[in-house]
């Protein structure tokens, strides 16, 4: 990993002049080099390859900082790749799928963006989204995408319908995503019913025998609430909720001390940071001091757990599915090390955002799966199943629903303001409802 990143602004008229011929249904075309995405959303283009990847995830509010080195992450690696996949070479566009005013994503721009990509012929993959609600509504258009379906990955996302069914998934998930009837989305992170048993577990661990969980009325929260509980269940831990919390409430004075009465030794936050996690955070700890506060991946960045909750957030633990930096493989660890050396990478502390490794390894499948297809959209969705490829996170494969194969958890504590790792669980599949 010694080549440098190409990165280049590309306008339309400098594409003209670029072709490719490919191969469309037996005959030989000839295609113009990639056309830039929409500039309201998207940003310059990086790389002049003929085909082109984007990446869609929230780029403004409270977890900037993440997803912009998430974005990086991915320049990165198309970099060091040269820009190329087998015989194919590349561009990249990164898009933000979020509102200033919401700050956080947002439907209307999640619609845009998909059907943007749809639209664009030069499009063959999207690293995204980061929110599952956002991929709920990405993924089917990206389906039924012209030439299609259009190849998604994603580095984040961990709703469980979006791949599987089971125990709070919605009716007629996921089968509802592709209308088409094949599969084109594929996710480098473990679903949330692996998270929600390795929640329980963690709480077992703990000593907490009733825990209380809310959830944000979001299909994530409720999702990883859900499993959460499930798994609480049977590890003989007593469940009260999930209970709703209000993402435009003042305080929560008042659920903060009905948790506390019911003599709930923790409570698990089954939602999202963006969703007024920082307020709750903080009256759960003036009004119910001695119960631990669990979350999920939701509440990452966990800097942003500590900003917005005044402080409060010490000795929380979040679990975020995969390993973190310093118990990834060999490969793992020297990409840290390079990118985090690497200007502008925005690295804390020396080493990357754990997402940032995940959107690294989503974008090392993306490249694998271009590299072995015809450079067709089609085709590429084809590949995107069959790889078993290297990559930062070691050797990555899909099964047919799209999820991936290991399923490691690991858990990380707020201590002295900052985010420490705490442990790794692997939960038992006998917890697990999809397993």
Not at 312 to 324: D, F, I
Not at 347 to 370: L, T
Request: aromatic letters at 6%; a positive charge; proline letters at 5%.
């Amino acid at each position: 990993m010694k080549k440098r990143i190409l990165v280049g602004s590309v306008l339309g008229t400098a594409l003209l002049g670029v072709v490719l011929a490919v191969s469309v249904g037996g005959a030989v075309a000839h295609r113009a080099a990639a056309t830039p995405l929409p500039a309201s959303s998207c940003s310059g283009m990086q790389g002049t390859g003929d085909l082109l990847i984007a990446s869609d995830l929230p780029l403004q509010g409270a977890g900037r900082a993440q997803t912009v080195q998430m974005t990086k992450a991915i320049a990165y690696i198309l970099g060091q790749d040269g820009w190329k996949a087998g015989s194919h070479t590349l561009a990249y566009q990164s898009c933000d799928d979020s509102t200033a005013q919401a700050g956080k994503w947002d439907s209307g721009k999640c619609s845009a963006n998909a059907n943007a990509y749809a639209a664009d012929a030069s499009v063959v993959g999207v690293i995204g989204t980061f929110n599952s609600g956002c991929a709920e509504i990405e993924i089917p258009i990206l389906n039924r995408a012209p030439n299609g379906p259009l190849a998604m990955v994603s580095p984040a996302n961990t709703y469980v319908g979006l791949t599987h069914g089971g125990p709070g998934t919605a009716a007629g998930e996921p089968n509802k995503y592709y209308p088409t009837g094949k599969r084109n989305y594929a996710r480098v992170v473990a679903a949330d019913d692996f998270q929600g048993a390795a929640d329980a577990t963690l709480a077992k661990q703990l000593g907490i025998k009733t825990l209380y969980i809310l959830d944000d009325k979001e299909a994530y929260g409720l999702g990883v609430a859900t499993d959460t509980k499930l798994a609480a269940v049977k590890l003989g831990i007593k469940v009260i909720g999930p209970v709703a919390w209000d993402a435009k409430a003042t305080s929560y004075e008042a659920l903060a001390l009905k948790i506390a009465k019911s003599g709930a030794q923790g409570v698990f936050l089954g939602g999202l940071i963006c969703e007024n996690g920082g307020k709750l955070i903080k009256d759960l700890r003036a009004n119910a001091p001695k119960v631990k506060i669990l979350a999920p991946d939701g509440f990452t960045p966990i800097s942003a757990d500590v900003q917005t909750s005044g402080g409060k957030a010490e000795g929380m633990t979040v679990s975020v599915a995969g390993l973190p930096v310093s118990q990834l493989p060999p490969a793992g660890k020297a990409f840290g090390k390079q990118f985090c050396a690497s200007a502008g990478a925005g690295c804390s502390g020396g080493e990357p955002d754990p997402y940032s490794v995940y959107a690294a390894a989503a974008a090392q499948v993306m490249v694998a799966a271009i590299a072995a297809s015809d450079g067709t959209r089609a085709s590429v969705a084809d590949q995107l199943f069959k790889v078993s490829v290297p990559t930062v996170l070691g050797t990555v494969k899909f099964n047919a629903n799209g999820d991936v194969t290991s399923n490691p958890v690991t858990i990380y504590k707020v201590k002295g303001g900052k985010s420490t790792t705490y442990k790794v669980i692997v939960p038992k599949n006998s917890l697990v409802a999809s397993a």
